[in-house]
């Protein structure tokens, strides 16, 4: 049974960060996406970053770009999402996700897997 099992989540100031780990049972872990989505109250899911099986390509929603960093190890199959710079409007659900693929999609309909998700709180 395919698991994908979040942590790190939390609560922060602004300016502040948060490490967030995904740790997946999946085989083989490198034929998969991996994207980190988040999910507010009444709100759609949304990506925020994505990285390619080999860890070659990565992607950035526009509104955290240069300031979180996804990465992943393919050795011990896990991913990670390292927030900087931190904002209140950054508050939400942050989602673990896999799609197995070697194409990118932002679409949470096209990811295969996910976690159950852990909470980030940024306060002003």
């Not at 950054?90 to 999609?105: E, H, I, K, Q």
Request: aromatic share 8%; charged share 15%; glycine share 10%.
């Amino acid at each position: 049974q395919v698991q994908l099992l979040e942590s790190g989540g939390g609560s922060v100031q602004a300016g502040g960060s948060l490490r967030l780990s995904c740790a997946a049972s999946l085989h083989p872990f490198s034929s998969h996406y991996i994207a980190w989505f988040r999910q507010g109250p009444g709100a759609e899911r949304e990506i925020v970053a994505a990285i390619s099986g080999n860890g070659d390509t990565t992607y950035y929603a526009d509104s955290v770009r240069g300031r979180f960093t996804i990465s992943r190890d393919n050795v011990l199959n896990t991913a990670a999402l390292q927030m900087n710079s931190l904002k209140p409007e950054d508050t939400d659900v942050y989602y673990c996700a896999a799609r197995r693929s070697s194409r990118l999609s932002i679409t949470q309909q096209l990811h295969d897997y996910w976690g159950q998700g852990t909470q980030v709180t940024v306060s002003s």
